[in-house]
């Protein structure tokens, strides 16, 4: 069974694991196992929002933000490329393919709800049980307003490896708590909690798309959670920088590529991989309501 059987099997079992928990609150789900290619299942309905308003916001504004909170999901000045990217798949923008130019030019505000008895089961979900939930909230609304289509497959890119260098470096270290999980990014730093190194690489893709200029993927064999800290010198372009006097320009720290190495223990290989990725077969600009 190819790997993009497996993903879809996977999902298949967690979208029944959280109609199961959502379903019986205070009970536990009884385990389920991925069912076989053959087996013949009733299709359950897929997570919906009760509500949803669509509006294209003309501000021209740069902020955006987006998020859930008490079973409400809120998107201020977002395209639907940072949607797909962040709040429908957490997959990094390189892995996404296809579409027409708006999808990462018009931007859109949402306000959508689930009903109240949802919001209130979503809330004693587990952290990863909800967050998938949220997903598939998220990617419900965008197929029945976007009419979104989509599909998985491999594709070879050019890609830096995650791979070990030597021992852990002073800024990884086994989670504390495994079933915390905890990020925070800034420009030049990363904090992380409870992450694992497959977390980490698609991590490390978002958020250093510029700098690194490749997908990252984990070959580091390191299994488990890890709480991590790096700190790195972001390429500095601007003007201001480089007009900038030797005697008042502030020291550089070392590069992405040194500081993973130094601080982490690990290194990124340039080298070409199969990735997988998201294609968009069709998207429609949405009617407002």
Same mark, same amino acid.
């Given at each position: 069974?190819?790997?993009?059987?497996?993903?879809?099997?996977?999902?298949?079992?967690?979208?029944?694991?959280?109609?199961?928990?959502?379903?019986?609150?205070?009970?536990?789900?009884?385990?389920?196992?991925?069912?076989?290619?053959?087996?013949?299942?009733?299709?359950?309905?897929?997570?919906?929002?009760?509500?949803?308003?669509?509006?294209?916001?003309?501000?021209?504004?740069?902020?955006?933000?987006?998020?859930?909170?008490?079973?409400?999901? !809120?998107?201020?000045?977002?395209?639907?490329?940072?949607?797909?990217?962040?709040?429908?798949?957490?997959?990094?923008?390189?892995?996404?393919?296809?579409?027409?130019?708006?999808?990462?030019?018009?931007?859109?505000?949402?306000?959508?709800?689930?009903?109240?008895?949802?919001?209130?089961?979503?809330?004693?979900?587990?952290?990863?049980?909800?967050?998938? &939930?949220?997903?598939?909230?998220?990617?419900?609304?965008?197929?029945?307003?976007?009419?979104?289509?989509?599909?998985?497959?491999?594709?070879?890119?050019?890609?830096?490896?995650?791979?070990?260098?030597?021992?852990?470096?002073?800024?990884?270290?086994?989670?504390?708590?495994?079933?915390?999980?905890?990020?925070?990014?800034?420009?030049?730093? &990363? !904090?992380?909690?409870?992450?694992?190194?497959?977390? &980490?690489?698609?991590?490390?893709?978002?958020?250093?798309?510029?700098?690194?200029?490749?997908?990252?993927?984990?070959? !580091?064999?390191?299994?488990?959670?890890?709480?991590?800290?790096?700190?790195?010198?972001?390429?500095?372009?601007?003007?201001?920088?480089?007009?900038?006097?030797?005697?008042?320009?502030?020291?550089?720290?070392?590069?992405?590529? !040194?500081?993973?190495?130094?601080? &982490?223990?690990?290194?990124?290989?340039?080298?070409?991989?199969?990735?997988?990725?998201?294609?968009?077969?069709?998207?429609?600009?949405?009617?407002?309501?």
């Amino acid at each position: 069974m190819n790997r993009l059987n497996r993903r879809k099997l996977a999902q298949c079992a967690a979208a029944l694991a959280l109609l199961a928990a959502l379903a019986a609150p205070g009970q536990s789900a009884a385990p389920i196992a991925p069912p076989t290619p053959d087996s013949k299942t009733i299709a359950s309905p897929p997570p919906a929002f009760e509500v949803a308003a669509i509006k294209p916001n003309k501000s021209g504004g740069g902020h955006s933000s987006s998020g859930f909170n008490n079973g409400r999901f !809120t998107a201020q000045n977002v395209s639907i490329k940072i949607l797909i990217q962040y709040d429908a798949y957490a997959i990094p923008g390189p892995q996404i393919l296809g579409g027409p130019d708006w999808l990462g030019s018009q931007k859109f505000d949402i306000d959508a709800k689930v009903d109240d008895t949802t919001a209130e089961r979503m809330d004693k979900l587990p952290y990863l049980q909800r967050n998938l &939930l949220m997903h598939q909230l998220v990617q419900q609304l965008l197929a029945d307003r976007f009419k979104l289509a989509v599909h998985w497959e491999q594709k070879e890119f050019p890609v830096y490896a995650l791979v070990a260098a030597a021992k852990n470096g002073p800024g990884l270290h086994p989670a504390k708590d495994p079933n915390k999980d905890s990020r925070s990014s800034n420009n030049g730093s &990363l !904090t992380d909690e409870g992450v694992t190194m497959t977390d &980490l690489a698609q991590q490390m893709t978002q958020i250093l798309s510029r700098e690194v200029g490749r997908i990252v993927i984990d070959k !580091t064999s390191l299994q488990g959670k890890y709480d991590l800290t790096l700190t790195w010198s972001p390429d500095n372009h601007s003007a201001n920088f480089t007009n900038a006097s030797a005697d008042n320009a502030a020291p550089l720290g070392p590069s992405i590529f !040194t500081a993973v190495k130094e601080q &982490l223990g690990l290194k990124m290989e340039a080298t070409k991989a199969p990735v997988e990725v998201l294609v968009i077969d069709h998207i429609e600009a949405p009617s407002e309501n």
